[in-house]
């Protein structure tokens, strides 16, 4: 299947800071990718959508000034978390969705990255 | 809104058979997908069901009845590798995508023993 990589894999900051991750699809491009946050033993929720050349769509509750989110190029989107917080502490995972056919093997699909671990002290 | 239960627990032994049922309330339906997380990992894809009946892929087989908005995972011949937490998640419209997105269920951690 297809590759996304996150970077980095951990991260401790300091509270104030800010703290960036990237976001690539390695072996195809996508047109949309989606950041999640996740709570240990709970499910994925869906931070905002970013569509590539466009501003990304934020998920009712999620601060888009505090989670700034650039999808660049078709491989690559960063989610920068600034001025960063204790509570802000929580594992974030990207994803992409291929550009399959319609019925295809490809189509409707979503491939995560390994995440990113964000501890903030 | 949309909402998604499964159970939060499933424990089984090696060799064994489980199934996972995951009933759903959306408003929209496109088909419903599986994940496996390992603990500290990544969600991997499993299966995706847009039709009615079972999909079968080696040990792992995926149901869906969209009258009674219900699916089910079925894992055969279990491993101790198959330790992990399993996601459902409906593919739902979305504003202005074509494709929808995914709303996920809280997971089910399925614990294999020797």
């Known amino acids: 299947g297809a590759v996304v990589s996150q970077h980095p894999s951990r991260v401790i900051c300091k509270s104030g800071t800010s703290v960036k991750i990237e976001c690539r699809s390695l072996?195809?491009?996508?047109?949309?990718m989606f950041w999640y946050r996740q709570f240990p033993k709970k499910s994925l929720m869906l931070m905002a959508t970013s569509n590539e050349g466009s501003k990304a769509t934020y998920e009712q509750g999620v601060e888009k000034d505090k989670f700034l989110i650039n999808h660049a190029s078709l491989t690559l989107s960063t989610l920068t978390v600034t001025s960063a917080h204790p509570e802000d502490s929580s594992f974030y995972i990207c994803?992409?969705?291929?550009?399959?056919?319609?019925?295809?093997?490809?189509?409707?699909?979503?491939?995560f990255g390994p995440g990113t671990r964000l501890t903030v002290l | 809104g949309q909402s998604l239960e499964q159970p939060s627990e499933v424990t089984a032994v090696e060799g064994a058979i489980v199934q996972i049922n995951c009933t759903y309330q959306t408003s929209g339906f496109y088909g419903l997908s599986w994940y496996q997380q390992h603990d500290g990992g990544a969600p991997t894809f499993l299966s995706y069901?847009?039709?009615?009946g079972l999909e079968e892929t080696g040990r792992f087989s995926s149901f869906l009845s969209r009258s009674d908005s219900y699916g089910y995972l079925l894992l055969q011949e279990l491993q101790m590798k198959d330790s992990a937490s399993y996601f459902c998640?409906?593919?739902?419209?979305?504003?202005?995508?074509?494709?929808?997105?995914?709303?996920f269920g809280r997971g089910t951690q399925l614990t294999v023993w020797p």
């Open positions: 994803s992409a969705r291929t550009r399959g056919l319609a019925g295809g093997p490809g189509h409707n699909e979503q491939f």
């Open positions: 069901n847009a039709l009615d």
């Open positions: 072996d195809f491009q996508a047109t949309t």
């Open positions: 998640a409906v593919r739902s419209p979305d504003r202005g995508s074509t494709l929808g997105r995914l709303y």
